[in-house]
């Protein structure tokens, strides 16, 4: 089966750095996502990561470890903005959709 | 942004009452999604389509259909609507079927 852990909530202040956990269990695995979703809107595409590796895009980047089916998203310096619940996906076996985790809701504080 | 609309936006039905939703894109996207999203469970996928006329059920396509009849438009049909059917609906699309998916803004449905 598929499964996907997120820690469900997590706080921080501005300036900060912080990282988001996920791990996964899956077969066949063809890459992991991370979406951003602000309370009552569209979750808004961040990262896909396929290799092992930090990928960094901006205050945001997004780590990968296919051998130990974890990967992480690191904000840095926090902003209000970042105030959101970050989603992690990965590809069914099939390779037809995304299963998501349950997201962790980031809360930011001055 | 991927030009993605869903309409309508807020919906409060009563239960067994019939319920279609719909999706527009103007993006050409051969592959089109719905998905559900209720507190405690995430994004759950109910139908897919990869194709006009092309759709295959997700993970919790109980108690809804779908239909394709041109690449823009996707529908999601409640026959006879439920309060467990309650949630917001987001529908998404992508361009092949590994590609990255883009939502739509959501459909908060209500069912009394």
């Known amino acids: 089966g598929q499964n996907i852990d997120q820690p469900t909530e997590m706080t921080a202040t501005e300036g900060a750095i912080v990282q988001i956990n996920c791990t996964y269990q899956?077969?066949?695995?063809?890459?992991l996502f991370w979406y951003q979703q602000h309370a009552g809107e569209a979750p808004t595409f961040l990262s896909y990561?396929?290799?092992?590796g930090l990928e960094e895009k901006g205050r945001f980047s997004s780590f990968l470890s296919r051998s130990k089916g974890y990967s992480y998203l690191l904000l840095k310096e926090l902003q209000m903005k970042d105030s959101a619940s970050y989603l992690c996906?990965?590809?069914?076996?099939?390779?037809?959709?995304?299963?998501f985790g349950k997201g962790t809701t980031l809360s930011v504080s001055s | 942004d991927a030009g993605i609309t869903q309409s309508p936006r807020h919906k409060v039905t009563e239960t067994g009452t019939p319920v279609t939703l719909r999706c527009h894109q103007t993006?050409?996207?051969?592959?089109m999604y719905w998905y559900r999203q209720d507190p405690g469970h995430g994004l759950r996928l109910i139908h897919y389509s990869y194709g006009v006329k092309d759709t295959d059920k997700g993970e919790v396509s109980d108690g809804y259909s779908v239909s394709r009849s041109k690449t823009e438009d996707f529908l999601l049909t409640l026959e006879s609507a439920t309060s467990s059917q309650t949630s917001v609906y987001f529908c998404?699309?992508?361009?092949?079927?590994?590609?990255?998916?883009?939502f739509g803004p959501g459909t908060r449905l209500t069912v009394l």
């Open positions: 990561n396929v290799l092992d």
């Open positions: 996906a990965v590809w069914n076996q099939a390779g037809t959709a995304l299963i």
């Open positions: 899956t077969s066949g695995f063809n890459g």
């Open positions: 998404a699309i992508s361009e092949s079927t590994t590609d990255t998916q883009y």
């Open positions: 993006e050409n996207h051969r592959y």
